[in-house]
Structure formats: C-alpha cells, structure tokens
C-alpha cells in the first residue's frame, strides 16, 4: 500500500535533517585554535629571515645517507646530447645510459663544450644495449626491466646498429646487452655478429664490447672476444664476499674472473671491469679484488659510487669520499693497471675511460705499423746486400 504524498514528504525533509546534523558533528571543534590565530601567533617573515625559527619540520628519512652535493648533476643538454637521442628513437635502439638511468648521459652524449659538430660526435660516447631492454636477471643494484621470458631477438638489430654507428661518426662505442639466459648461447653470436657488422661499415670505430658471463660458459665467451672487438669488459660489480647479496644468484665473482681471463687468452688487447664502491666493501675486501683481477691480467679497471636507483632496489652503505676514489685510484695504478678511472660518479663505460683506452690503442696500432715498416725496411736493406 502507497503512502500519501505529505508522509512521504514528511520522511524526506526528516532525512535530510539527520544528515544535516551528521554534517554538524564532522565539523571542527570549536576548542581548537582558529587557523588565523596559530599563523598570527607564529613566526613572522622577519623571523624566518634572520634564521630565528624555534622548530624546524625535517621531512624524509633521516637515518639515510643525505646525497652529497658532488654526486648531483645537471640536466642533459646539448647538440650532440639529442642528436644521440633523435637516432636510436628512430632505429629503435636502446642504451643502458637511459635503461640504468646513468647520471653522466648528458655528458656523455654531450661529447666536447664549445666543440664543433664533427668534434662533439667523435668525443661523444653511447653506449648502445643489445638483445632488447629486459634482462633474465635480477641484480638488486640494477633498474633494467626483467622477465623469465622476455621478447625474441630483432634479426636486424646488428644491421640496424652497425647502420646508426657508423652514421654518428663516433670514435668510440661500448655495447653491452641484457643477460640473456633464455637463449642457448646466451645471444653470444648476436653479439659477435653486431660487432663484425660495424667493422664491416666503419673499421675505424674503436669498438667495446661490455658483456655478461654467458653463464659460465666459456665457449661463448670466444665467440664474442674472437669478432675483431678492441676492449673486452665484463663487471664484477663488487668483491668477492658481497656477490651473493649484491648481484643475482647465478652471478658468480670467480666465473666473472674466468670471463675476463679467456678474453684475454683469445688474444684481446684491453680487457676492462668495474666496481661499486658503498654497498659494505671494507679495504681489505677491495684490495682482494684488484689482486685477483691482476691475476688474470686485467687492464683496466673503474671505481664508482653506487646509486640507489629506486626504493626498490638495496640501499646505499655510505657515500665514499671523492679523496678515497684517489686513493683507490693510486693503489690500483701502483698495482700494474694500464689505466683507473675512479671517482664518484664514474662507471663502467664513463667516457673519460675511453678517451684514454683510445689513445692507448691508436698508440699501439701506431706501434705495430712503426716496427711493421722498420723491418721491411730492414728486410730490403738485407735483400739488397745479398744481391
């Protein structure tokens, strides 16, 4: 049965009473201080200028390390910067710069200031990542995108690469890649074919190759050493004692020694790696690792201050000295390395790396071809006698 229209009126305007008064109770309580009054009664501008503020609100978590000053970088700019940029959109390329999220990518891709076009390309650096942008591992230092089964290989990626190299006119190129453990040679021929391709295209490219450790497998290590590369590097990221906790299970400090030494048995002239330095390492840690690396005649090694890229990933121990990276600087140049780059915000393929290593290389074709023509001469000389 319907109710007449003034109940049903009547029970509307109850309802919306109750309402009101729910409203009501939600309300501030009048024995609080009025906003106005707390901001009258609080500093004033003069206050705040002549530093005289009694409480300071601390925002953050202050039982982390503060980001020192020398470790903040500017915005990446430049000619060079987004020509680098405007190319590997187009060839749909990536890099580990933007991948990792690498604080030098502005200048490193920026090449020289004040330099000329020509000149900013063959200073600047890129360093391309092949077999796509999602790695079989997950390292807890890294921010690269991971997967169990990640997306094929692009059969025309070495083409592809090799075409963008050699139309950026560069002097020095790193490639690296993902790990990719789902493929049977762990992309080692992917990686040998790129290679072979941009000294097909450019001979004068100096070409490094920054690899993973092929899950031990040594056979695929040839591969890619034996493809006409100048500098082989492979990471060991951190000492000995740390792997387990800083890299992924399947990383191993002493089969990341048998990389680099088989590199260097295949006849490679430069082999180079990296470490993190603040994620726990002590001194005596360190220097266990540089006496290993020389072992297996490592030439170049780089220092870095590790990043925490996202809360995700493990925290920072402490933020290393720019003083202690010279000192760790001096201690692995009196141990025999051909060249140390050290500094905070160093990495692996940090150009002023390659600077050096080009200059090196140059040197020692220069070297070759030097004694090459001496002896012929010699040769001649000795022919010419005898006839």
Not at 212 to 235: C, M, P, T
């Amino acid at each position: 049965m319907s109710l007449p229209t003034s109940q049903v009126k009547c029970a509307f305007r109850a309802a919306r009473a109750v309402r009101a008064h729910v409203r009501c109770l939600a309300t501030p309580s009048s024995s609080k201080p009025d906003f106005r009054q707390t901001l009258a009664e609080g500093p004033s501008l003069d206050d705040f200028i002549a530093d005289r503020v009694p409480e300071r609100v601390v925002l953050g978590n202050t039982d982390v390390p503060r980001l020192p000053s020398y470790l903040k970088t500017t915005i990446p700019k430049g000619a060079s910067f987004s020509k680098i940029k405007k190319d590997l959109r187009g060839l749909n390329l990536h890099t580990v710069c933007e991948e990792a999220r690498c604080p030098n990518i502005g200048d490193c891709w920026g090449g020289k200031e004040g330099a000329t076009e020509a000149e900013g390309k063959r200073a600047a650096t890129a360093t391309i990542m092949l077999m796509g942008d999602t790695c079989t591992r997950g390292c807890r230092f890294c921010s690269v995108k991971t997967s169990r089964t990640p997306p094929p290989l692009d059969p025309h990626e070495p083409e592809n690469t090799a075409e963008a190299i050699s139309r950026w006119g560069l002097g020095y190129i790193v490639l690296t890649s993902v790990d990719r453990d789902d493929l049977a040679d762990g992309g080692a021929h992917h990686f040998a074919e790129t290679i072979m391709k941009i000294k097909q295209k450019a001979p004068q490219i100096l070409v490094e190759a920054l690899t993973g450790d092929f899950a031990g497998n040594l056979e695929h290590v040839s591969i890619v050493a034996k493809s006409g590369l100048d500098v082989y590097a492979h990471n060991i990221e951190t000492v000995e004692a740390l792997t387990p906790y800083v890299r992924d299970r399947r990383a191993k400090f002493r089969q990341s020694l048998s990389v680099l030494e088989r590199a260097k048995q295949e006849g490679v002239r430069v082999t180079k790696t990296s470490m993190m330095l603040g994620v726990g390492e002590n001194e005596d840690q360190v220097m266990h690792a540089l006496r290993e690396l020389r072992k297996v005649d490592v030439d170049v090694v780089t220092f870095g201050q590790y990043m925490r890229p996202t809360k995700r990933h493990m925290k920072v121990d402490r933020y290393v000295e720019p003083a202690e990276f010279d000192r760790w600087k001096q201690i692995a140049e009196d141990m025999g390395f051909l060249y140390v780059a050290s500094g905070p915000l160093v990495r692996s393929s940090y150009k002023a790396g390659e600077f050096y290593i080009e200059n090196v290389l140059r040197g020692k074709a220069t070297e070759r071809r030097t004694k090459s023509l001496v002896a012929d001469q010699l040769m001649e000389t000795e022919s010419k006698a005898h006839s």
